[in-house]
């Protein structure tokens, strides 16, 4: 079965920080996601990472892949409130028919001023 | 346009009761997908669904879980004799077809407490 690991699980940093949130998972995927959930609310897609290498920025967040590493990691730049919530690694297995995500646990940020 | 909706917000059952759950899914979007989310968790996919086709039932938790698609668009998950383990906030999401090429975009969720 697949799995998806995210580390940290809890996150608290001050304002004008860096921090990097690292997602593993367990078996070949061909697609990965980054999502973020504020309380209460649903799923925000942020990033789709699609092949090895692959880099995306948006705003203070940048998301990259290693496949051969079966790694992805989020990465927060002068970390402000607003991007206080929890966010969601998923995955997609590479198998034909896979067509359903598995996700990490979650990390809940928390930007103190 | 109009996203993902689900009703309803909230559900609080006692246990032993059925309860169905609902889902409205983009418009024209012919893939959607149950999620459960229990406290402090990631998502656990349940069953998804395209188009016409015979569902993916390969991630409901126990026969006591069950869902249909009527007419391809809106969907409805119930799950029978509810315990309290159920207690969990359930996110479906559509996605304009199957598969990894396309984003899946997620409903607000029905919080369900079983008590």
């Known amino acids: 079965e697949l799995k998806v690991e995210q580390n940290p699980l809890f996150l608290s940093m001050q304002e004008e920080k860096n921090y990097t949130i690292y997602c593993n998972y367990s078996t070949t995927s061909d697609r990965l996601y980054w999502y973020r959930q504020d309380p209460g609310k649903s799923l925000e897609s942020l990033f789709v990472?699609?092949?090895?290498?692959a880099v995306k920025q948006e705003g203070r967040l940048m998301a990259s892949l290693d496949t051969k590493a079966r790694l992805s990691t989020l990465h927060i730049t002068a970390a402000v409130h607003d991007l206080s919530a929890t966010y969601f690694c998923a995955v997609r297995p590479a198998q034909t028919g896979a067509n359903n995500l598995f996700f990490g646990t979650g990390t809940r940020l928390t930007v103190i001023p | 346009g109009a996203g993902v909706s689900q009703s309803p917000s909230n559900k609080v059952t006692e246990k032993g009761k059925d309860v169905e759950l609902r889902c409205d899914p983009i418009?024209?979007?012919?893939?959607l997908y149950w999620y459960r989310q229990s406290l402090g968790q990631g998502l656990e996919f349940l069953i998804y669904f395209q188009g016409n086709s015979a569902p993916d039932k390969s991630g409901l938790p126990s026969d006591r879980f069950s869902a249909e698609r009527t007419g391809g668009s809106v969907s409805t998950l119930t799950i029978q004799r509810t315990q309290q383990e159920d207690s969990a906030v359930y996110l479906c999401?559509?996605?304009?077809?199957?598969?990894?090429?396309?984003?899946?975009?997620f409903g607000p969720g029905t919080r369900l407490t079983v008590t």
């Open positions: 418009s024209g979007h012919t893939a």
């Open positions: 990472l699609l092949s090895n290498g």
């Open positions: 999401a559509s996605s304009l077809r199957l598969g990894g090429n396309y984003e899946q975009y």
